[in-house]
């Protein structure tokens, strides 16, 4: 299978790099049918680092990969990546500074020291083997809810620490371990212009909107997602220069607090089921031929 995947991804880099009117408007050979029809997230899953080429964020935040990854460090003076045996603090430069900017933010703003780093994506990117539907494109980072006590910590301990859950009432309030501190966190990261949206249980945007004074601006990023409560999700815009990357569309108008009260009330309420509902069919396992053509060309070497 290691073959294949080489020779078919070498022969589209091949076309993308040879012809100048192929870089303009890409004709690609069909895929090896065998290679094709491979769940995507095995594919990705195995690369164990980044490519090697010049960093590029292909696709979607759900439906693409990355090139030319860079690496969060396991530790810096303000923050610790969690989980590193799951191999997913690699992101596209512009996260990784981020992050690390935003870290360093919290830490002279807010009583926290820092953060803690969950997940960012694959050295690759792509369908990730568990846990996220998004994170493909290296412009999504989880950021625990867990307030740091120190970033030291032993790679047992990186398995082991948990975060804790903020939301109560099935996520339509915040529990006993939310604080207005956790909101001055996500301000700061709505804030800075890099940020497209911030995903976080629909109490904690309830509270928010309830709370926040001065300007509100920065409420209108901050957007209810189910779960989401051991940590916010932060999702960057395309990077300056991005051709092949897919933009978020732009939150809608308006604060959206109105939004999150009425998915507060339903949580709290929720609507009679419909007997005559069907549920849809399992979505299938993404595929290779379901990515961008460029995304086969990250998997020449495995």
Known sequence: MNMRIG????SILAVMSCSPTAQESPSFPPLDATLSGQEARLLFGAAQGPDGGQSAVIGGYSRGCLAGAARLPETGPTW????????????????????QDFSARVAEQTPWRGLYVGDLTQPRGGPMLSGHVSHQSGLDADIWMLPPTR?????????????????????ARVGEN???????????????????????????????????TGDREWLRK???????????????????????CEAQDAPPPGDGCDEARAR???????PQPDPNYVPPPPRPPMTLADLP????ALLGDL
């Open 222 to 244: 901050i957007r209810p997602a189910v779960g989401h409560h051991f940590h916010f999700h932060v999702r960057l815009h395309c990077p300056p220069g991005s051709r092949d």
């Open 151 to 171: 970033f030291d910590l032993s790679a047992a301990e990186r398995e082991s620490l948990s975060s804790i859950s903020t939301q109560s009432a099935g996520g």
């Open 178 to 212: 939310w604080t207005p501190t956790h909101m001055e966190v996500m301000r700061l990261a709505a804030s800075d212009p890099r940020v497209a949206r911030i995903f976080v249980f629909t109490g904690a945007k309830v509270w928010m909107c309830d709370n926040a």
């Open 7 to 10: 020779l078919a991804a070498l």
């Open 80 to 99: 610790a990546a969690m989980r590193l045996s799951r191999n997913r603090n690699w992101g596209h430069p512009e996260l990784v500074d981020f992050v």
């Open 293 to 296: 053509r460029q995304c086969a």
């Open 264 to 270: 507060a009330e339903a949580i709290l309420n929720p």
